[in-house]
């Protein structure tokens, strides 16, 4: 089945941007409703964006206005800009399918301090 890699996170300055990437190093994410997720510590996993094979998006209201996400179905790739990074926003961040969730992989560790 598909196997999903995050990358790149990293630290970065309030205010700062960062594009995290979602690749299927196997399988394809075909028809599949894709969603970006984010742990912070001590905290439960929450849903921060989704996206449809057609383009539709979906927010939390916590990163709307300032994340996007997006897709590239030929490139069975996920993608999110994350501008205006708050230290709110410091988790490890996953990628997944919505409707049919693989396990959860390593994810990519967002830090926003300044």
């Known amino acids: 089945q598909v196997q999903l890699v995050e990358s790149g996170g990293g630290l970065v300055q309030p205010g700062g941007s960062l594009r995290l990437s979602c690749a299927a190093s196997?399988?394809?994410?075909?028809?599949?409703?894709m969603g970006w997720y984010r742990q912070a510590p001590g905290k439960q996993r929450e849903l921060v964006a989704s996206?449809?094979?057609?383009?539709?998006?979906n927010y939390a209201d916590s990163v709307k206005g300032r994340f996007t996400i997006s897709r590239d179905n030929g490139k069975n790739a996920v993608y999110l800009q994350m501008n205006n990074l708050k230290p709110e926003d410091t988790a490890v961040y996953y990628c997944n399918l919505r409707q049919s969730p693989r396990p959860w992989g390593q994810g990519t560790q967002v830090t926003v301090s300044s």
């Open positions: 996206i449809t094979f057609g383009g539709i998006t």
């Open positions: 196997a399988g394809s994410l075909g028809l599949n409703v």
